[in-house]
């Protein structure tokens, strides 16, 4: 694995002060974590920080959003990107959860504060609060109009909300254990969760009903993704015919990051398992890059790249982040 650098959280506002510093550090496997300082000597006269580094470490370019650092001795570097704008009235404490609508005027956003919000994504200004969900808000996300949300709780509900006026216009049972993770076919008419309890479901929005359980791996699932097949993929055949409610499913993987370690692919019309993989610790997200390759996430650090293709071809792209990887939130 290669080194990485960190970099204090607020570099971006303590080097814009006169002698102001943030601690940097380089860590390679195997080695002592090699610790340094990056210190403001001034601003240019376009308002760019002037900013020196510790011995070990040499700072590149420097403009008013970004810093380019490296480490010689291990021959890595890292661009610093400074944020754009912090919204830090939303939410009071951590933030499980967040999605952007499709024309990217809206943003909505679950807390452990209990909370779930739509915002002006411009500048932060809450526009509507959700309230329904009993317990902690595991997932939200919009469909893809933007005017309409979806979300999953620890209550083993699902529910549609109007982003307009915040109504809860559908309210889905029959989970057994709380949701944590959706995903939406296509344009909406159907939707997929998943849960504690191990299973997965189609959910139609019409009829506010569900089509049935994708699959029952006895294991709590997640995450879950849904993505288009490639076409060299044999997909199963479904035992008998689709209800005319479900919409478009032909085609497309269903994949379940799986607490078991397992990772599963399974045919989203035909129930049918495409492959299954066991990594070194429990999936906790899975997302498709295209047709043929997706990417997962372990509880440990790793992240898997897959070749749908050739499912004997997984390629291990992160190792494990050691200590201080952020921990993910209690299922319990």
Same mark, same amino acid.
């Given at each position: 694995?290669?080194?990485?650098?960190?970099?204090?959280?607020?570099?971006?506002?303590?080097?814009? &002060?006169?002698?102001?510093?943030?601690?940097?550090?380089?860590?390679?496997?195997?080695?002592?974590?090699?610790?340094?300082?990056?210190?403001?000597?001034?601003?240019?006269?376009?308002?760019? *920080?002037?900013?020196?580094?510790?011995?070990?470490?040499?700072?590149?370019?420097?403009?008013?959003?970004?810093?380019?650092?490296?480490?010689?001795?291990?021959?890595?570097?890292?661009?610093?990107?400074?944020?754009?704008?912090?919204?830090?009235?939303?939410?009071?404490?951590?933030?499980?959860?967040?999605?952007?609508?499709?024309?990217?005027?809206?943003?909505?956003?679950?807390?452990?504060?209990?909370?779930?919000?739509?915002?002006?994504?411009?500048?932060?200004?809450?526009?509507?609060?959700?309230?329904?969900?009993?317990?902690?808000?595991?997932?939200? &996300?919009?469909?893809?109009?933007?005017?309409?949300?979806?979300?999953?709780?620890?209550?083993?509900?699902?529910?549609?909300?109007?982003?307009?006026?915040?109504?809860?216009?559908?309210?889905?049972?029959?989970?057994?254990?709380?949701?944590?993770?959706?995903?939406?076919?296509?344009?909406?008419?159907?939707?997929?969760?998943?849960? &504690?309890?191990?299973?997965?479901?189609?959910?139609?929005?019409?009829?506010?009903?569900?089509?049935?359980?994708?699959?029952?791996?006895?294991?709590?699932?997640?995450? %879950?993704?849904?993505?288009?097949?490639?076409?060299?993929?044999?997909?199963?055949?479904?035992?008998?015919?689709?209800?005319?409610?479900?919409?478009?499913?032909?085609?497309?993987?269903?994949?379940?990051?799986?607490?078991?370690?397992?990772?599963?692919?399974?045919?989203?019309?035909?129930?049918? *398992?495409?492959?299954?993989?066991?990594?070194?610790?429990?999936?906790?997200?899975?997302?498709?890059?295209?047709?043929?390759?997706?990417?997962?996430?372990?509880?440990?650090?790793? %992240?898997?790249?897959?070749?749908?293709?050739?499912?004997?071809?997984?390629?291990?792209?992160?190792?494990?982040?050691?200590?201080?990887?952020?921990?993910?939130?209690? &299922?319990?």
């Amino acid at each position: 694995m290669a080194a990485a650098l960190r970099i204090q959280s607020d570099w971006s506002r303590t080097l814009r &002060r006169e002698e102001g510093e943030a601690w940097v550090s380089c860590r390679s496997p195997g080695k002592p974590t090699l610790y340094g300082s990056l210190t403001c000597r001034g601003l240019s006269p376009e308002g760019t *920080p002037e900013i020196s580094a510790s011995e070990g470490f040499l700072v590149g370019e420097v403009t008013k959003k970004s810093i380019l650092l490296s480490c010689p001795h291990e021959n890595v570097s890292t661009k610093f990107l400074a944020p754009y704008t912090t919204f830090s009235r939303i939410h009071q404490k951590s933030i499980t959860c967040l999605d952007i609508s499709s024309g990217g005027g809206l943003g909505v956003s679950a807390s452990t504060d209990g909370t779930m919000k739509i915002w002006q994504a411009a500048n932060g200004e809450i526009r509507r609060l959700l309230e329904g969900h009993v317990s902690d808000v595991n997932c939200c &996300r919009f469909f893809p109009s933007g005017l309409v949300v979806l979300s999953g709780g620890m209550d083993a509900q699902l529910k549609i909300w109007s982003a307009e006026d915040a109504s809860c216009v559908v309210t889905f049972k029959g989970h057994k254990g709380g949701i944590l993770d959706t995903a939406i076919v296509d344009r909406g008419r159907n939707v997929l969760s998943c849960s &504690r309890d191990g299973t997965a479901c189609l959910w139609d929005c019409g009829k506010s009903s569900c089509l049935g359980i994708i699959t029952d791996c006895g294991s709590p699932i997640n995450g %879950i993704a849904v993505g288009t097949a490639d076409n060299s993929l044999n997909l199963g055949t479904p035992e008998k015919a689709p209800s005319e409610r479900e919409v478009g499913t032909e085609g497309k993987i269903l994949l379940l990051a799986r607490e078991d370690r397992k990772l599963q692919g399974v045919g989203l019309q035909s129930r049918q *398992p495409i492959f299954l993989f066991t990594g070194s610790d429990a999936f906790n997200c899975c997302t498709f890059l295209s047709s043929s390759y997706l990417l997962a996430g372990t509880q440990d650090g790793n %992240i898997y790249q897959l070749d749908v293709r050739n499912t004997k071809g997984w390629n291990l792209l992160c190792c494990p982040a050691g200590p201080g990887s952020r921990p993910r939130p209690d &299922r319990t």
